[in-house]
């Protein structure tokens, strides 16, 4: 064989190899788990994570079972590469958002309607779904700050729609029915509200204290010694003109400190100073089976949150307690100085420093948002959030500032939040004190750019009717 033939055949086995089918095949799985896999894969769609699987033929048979294994593994989240990017994404700095809300009512000097300023005084509670985010507050603070108001904005793109009247005064709100069909719930000390545009629905609740969530078909109301569903939109005979619709009540314990629902709206959980509940949802036969009881003996539970794995809750104190959800075993986490901890805080404080926190500070429970692993709660001092291993019980990211290099100072820590909202969107969270701070974790390049462009149009509202310096990228 002559001296060019060898080289045309080495040339033809190079192209052969680049193809992977003789060469060893790539450990996509590593380079996905690597530090550097993190930073390519950081912004990448689901499409070209697809594609790059294709490159191995080998690891492509088997990549939805790994994509699977990895991340639940790793974010306790069973939905792949979605979750995966989901996971990684709260581990990046966020995107920073102070919101205001405004309208053009020439009646206000201002030129702001509603809360004026969007300051929202007393103890302001909000509600989300895929369409709208609606913010109340239980407190008249002058002519402008009315408590029988709401703030409605719209969750895609945060810009604030309108200020819509109640009939009665607000403590708290949620939100069922379809998106873009929503009826939005808010509750007073004994009555309950539900309204849709110029359809209105008064409910007498016959004990003070009210807890309500709500879904797509029903809402779910905690009331004195019952836990009530109503059925949403209810057809005839048993519609007139209403709502909503009581299709069933259980006896309970009293009125709980705290009603969330758990993921994917199947269950939902509750708690007492000193019990929790989990309750399975059956929508089809509208029934509301108990199906877990946890006692907890020292200390006092006031807010409580449901998660795939695990049950979450905050005490009196403000440290995070997380049980096992299948054993209903307290977790007791190894920290690096070998010391086994079983209740979680943001601040490392001495017995004298806590004391004085606790009796200046204010009263306001911690509130959670579950992903997976991931727990995103309110900080235990101060308007900040911050992002949790259940797994491991490390504290991974504590937020109170967008980036300090871009000229966004911290936010006070003498104020705490009243209330947190997931935005699913913009992968962000909302914490309500008596302003509307968000931050904003972007899993993509369309979701940074979207949350910047709010950022950049919140700034311009802020630096006009607040004075607040604008930022600078």
Known sequence: MSSSSRASKRRRQGADNASGEDEPPL??????????????LSFASGADLCTLDALNKQFNTLTANQ???????????????????????????PVFMLLTDKDNDPEHETGDGGYGYGYYPGCPRVAANESIIVAVTSQIDDYYHSNNEMGIRDSKTLNYIRSIPSPIENSRVSICGRVGSEIIVTSSFSEICAQRGNDVQMLRMLNSGIRTIGCETH????????????????????????????????????????LSWGPNQTHFITCYPHQIYVYKFDKETETLPLVKTINVDD???????????????SSSDKKIHVWNRNTGDKMVYTMPEAEQVDALCDYDLDEDEEEELLETGTAYELHFSCHGNILVSTSHIGCAICIWDMKTGRLLKRHNEANEEEGIGMLPDGIDASDLVYLKHLNAFLCMTSYMYIWSFPRNQSEINNARSIRRREEIVNTALLGLPPDHE
């Open 299 to 313: 200390v006092e539970i006031n807010n409580v949150a449901l998660a795939e794995d695990y049950i979450v809750a």
């Open 67 to 93: 994509w699977h294994t990895v991340t639940k593994e790793r974010f306790g989240m069973s939905n792949g590469k979605e979750g995966w990017r989901l996971g990684t994404s709260f581990l990046r700095p």
């Open 27 to 40: 450990d996509l799985l590593a380079l996905y788990q690597s530090d550097i896999g993190d930073r390519i």
């Open 219 to 258: 809402l779910l109301v905690a009331n004195g010694n019952e836990i009530l569903l109503y059925e949403v939109n209810p057809c005839y005979p048993y519609n007139d003109l209403n709502l909503l619709y009581l299709r069933q009540n259980i006896n309970i314990a009293g009125t709980p400190c705290s």
